[in-house]
């Protein structure tokens, strides 16, 4: 893919009614936008991805992959607030001359989604064929979904839903308040935090997967062992393998950004949120998710026009939405080829209105 970098030149305001006093965004595109523009695949990121989508999500996208590039011009930008090149909290801010970390800005998943916004203009790009993102990605696709109900002709939001619960907040909390136990956090240099970002790491990676998946992945060959050795080092990897490639800081702002979700935040509702779409759409839950519990994706179902659910079945939990790539591909081909009837699900749980 091909990494570009775009300036928007001037403030950007945010949500919580501050503002950004300059705005760059590091964004990959990958194909060629063909002459009808009718070829756009945007892909928003997850958590700690970046704007690559071929390096992360290599099993789905890519050069004889199913979203084949030598098909599809693809998009992706790295989120504001994130460590890989759009403006965030080791950036400088221009007023003091100095990085944020700690003073940057808290940043919602609606000021995302109008930065998507921005860039498809400067693109020059009418509208999105598909628009696709999983976990804090949906949130986004969504959310500018929401805000431009033009912008995109199919949408497919996966492991997902329409507003942040107790629970996830709970396990974000319990995040920053590992890395905040971290002392060196507060002392605003770009290494501060970092013991406490390999914790948080844990928890986070926990919340990720499933009982299943860790009982078959890390099961302990040593019948007779003490500890259980295996599953600790693996926690320590995880841990260890993020601190090299990101920031404690950038951590702690995309956590709050994931507890900004709400689509119904001074709309009138989740419900009035959702019948504003107008793209076909695509809710598809995994059926380990401990996150994201499958009955939200269902409970989405209910309340967006012309949706479709699918559901996959994996022992990764959340995660799956980035592994079981064969199941993803094939719930998508029979989206793209449905007349999305409205067939009858169960009783949706979560009643979000209720709230």
């Known amino acids: 893919m091909n990494k ?55 099993v789905l996208v890519g050069a004889g992959k199913y979203y084949d590039t030598s098909r599809y011009f693809v998009v992706c930008a790295n989120m504001i607030g994130s460590c890989y090149g759009t403006t965030g909290p080791l950036s400088t801010n221009p007023e003091t001359g100095k990085p944020y970390f700690r003073s940057f800005p808290q940043i919602t998943v609606r000021d995302l989604a109008i930065a998507h916004e921005l860039l498809r ?10 628009l696709i993102g999983g976990s804090i990605g949906a949130f986004q696709a969504l959310e500018w979904a929401i805000i431009n109900p033009n912008v995109c002709e199919h949408l497919i939001i996966v ?41 948080a790491r844990t928890v986070a990676l926990v919340s990720y997967r499933s009982y299943e998946g860790y009982n078959k992945t890390q099961f302990e060959e040593d019948g007779d062992s003490l500890e259980n050795t295996r599953a600790a080092s693996y926690q320590q990897y995880q841990g260890q393998k993020l601190a090299n490639r990101f920031d404690a800081y950038s ?24 019948s504003k779409i107008k793209a076909k759409t695509l ?27 699918a559901s996959i079945s994996s022992n990764f939990g959340h995660d799956g939405f980035l592994l079981e790539w064969r199941q993803l591909s094939r719930v998508i081909e029979d989206f793209y080829a449905s007349d999305c009837g409205e067939e009858e699900l169960e009783c949706c749980v979560l009643q979000y209105d209720t709230w």
């Open 121 to 130: 203009k400067h693109l020059g790009i009418d509208r999105v064929h598909t």
């Open 4 to 58: 570009h970098q775009y300036c928007l030149g001037r403030t950007f305001p945010l949500e919580c009614g501050e503002v950004l006093p300059e705005l760059n965004i590091a964004y990959h595109t990958s194909g060629t936008l063909n002459p009808a523009k009718d070829n756009v695949l945007w892909v928003c990121h997850a958590l700690t991805a970046n704007s690559d989508v071929e390096d992360w999500w290599d």
């Open 251 to 274: 951590y702690y702002t995309l956590t709050r950004i994931i507890d900004s979700h709400n689509v119904g935040r001074n709309r009138g509702g989740v419900a009035a949120a959702l």
């Open 283 to 309: 809710l598809v839950g995994i059926d380990t998710d401990f996150l994201f519990p499958i009955e939200e994706q269902r409970a989405l179902k209910a309340l967006i026009a012309n949706a479709q659910f």
């Open 159 to 199: 492991a997902s839903n329409a507003r942040v619960t107790p629970w996830a907040t709970a396990l974000n909390e319990s995040q920053r308040m590992a890395i905040r136990a971290d002392k060196t956090f507060f002392e605003d240099r770009p290494d501060g935090g970092l013991d406490g970002l390999k914790a």
